[in-house]
């Protein structure tokens, strides 16, 4: 399977970033490592998750680390998987955080939940808006330069102060984002498409869009108010219960058909078509969803497939 290059780092993915979330939440351990093991056994290496998932469930979260890091030593294979995992994020104990003493703290009991000498990929997770962008590059300096962290990216960070961060970076010789982790689909495209590409563009940020199958509504599975009961994600989907989502996912139908493929595929095919996407974070909870997973970066579509997406999502 053909690599992706993340940025200017000398990391290389495959096409899917599986999101971790789901593990400790919807998924015990033994599930997850099912899931898991399929994951690379299908040829895949990219594992994203973030130290406070999932905290909606205890309050504090750190069971996807713990989890991952079980099955990475179970496993013996730290060196043939890139993981991804984030800091700054809120729980019931604190608010959102990117101070430099709440990343030193954090990386090292995500290394312990891991189970890892290092991090591959190491998010702001949310911005806290408060603390000086020199302060938490400075935090992410000491940590790359202690081998605990290798790259690190930025996820949901405003347009502004990515722009700063960049800024700073460069003028003080301090570590620069290499990635850019956006909320981006085929039904959330403005946002992104706006305020985000351009930077992309101008900083060469390799693309690892979250959310990529719209909690599922992308996935066809929930076409009425009667269908947001078959899941935990359900209630969250029933926002794209509209004329305009509707009409994407006939056209999702439509595409899906013409290539004998499931409107999962093709959203993430769709995803991967567009400039600076590297690879789309999703989930899976069972072997069926893994299976629309894998299909997407075999699927080409063509310039009609694209036309007819891009005409029903935008605006």
């Not at 989890?67 to 104990?93: H, Y």
């Not at 890892?116 to 300096?141: C, K």
């Not at 996935?219 to 509209?242: C, I, M, P, Q, W």
């Not at 069926?288 to 009609?304: G, K, N, S, V």
């Amino acid at each position: 399977m053909k690599k992706i290059k993340i940025g200017t780092s000398d990391l290389e993915v495959a096409p899917i970033n599986f999101g971790g979330n789901v593990f400790g939440w919807t998924l015990n351990e033994a599930e997850s490592f099912a899931i898991l093991d399929a994951f690379v056994e299908a040829g895949f290496n990219f594992i994203d998750t973030a130290d406070t998932y999932a905290w909606w469930v205890n309050g504090t979260g750190g069971q996807s680390e713990t989890i991952i890091g079980n099955w990475l030593k179970s496993r013996g294979n730290r060196s043939r998987v890139v993981i991804a995992t984030k800091v700054g994020s809120e729980t019931k104990e604190h608010g959102f955080d990117i101070s430099k003493p709440h990343i030193l703290r954090s990386v090292d009991e995500s290394l312990k939940r891991l189970q890892t000498d290092y991090i591959d990929l190491y998010y702001t997770h949310y911005d806290d808006n408060e603390t000086p962008v020199e302060e938490t590059l400075s935090a992410y300096d000491e940590v790359i330069k202690a081998g605990k962290v290798r790259y690190v990216a930025a996820s949901n960070v405003p347009p502004a102060r990515l722009t700063e961060s960049f800024e700073v970076a460069e003028k003080e010789g301090l570590p620069r984002y290499v990635a850019l982790q956006p909320h981006y689909n085929l039904v959330e495209r403005a946002g992104y498409e706006t305020d985000y590409a351009p930077l992309a563009e101008k900083y060469g940020l390799t693309v690892f869009p979250y959310w990529a199958l719209a909690a599922g509504f992308l996935t066809g599975k929930y076409r009425s108010e009667a269908d947001l009961g078959k899941s935990v994600r359900g209630g969250g989907v029933k926002k794209y219960l509209n004329p305009k989502g509707l009409a994407i996912l006939e056209a999702l139908d439509n595409v899906a058909a013409k290539h004998r493929s499931t409107p999962g595929a093709v959203s993430l095919a769709w995803l991967l078509a567009q400039p600076h996407v590297g690879a789309p974070i999703v989930s899976a909870t069972s072997r069926q969803q893994l299976d629309t997973i894998f299909a997407a970066p075999t699927l080409a579509l063509d310039r009609e497939d694209l036309e007819q997406l891009d005409t029903v999502s935008k605006g």
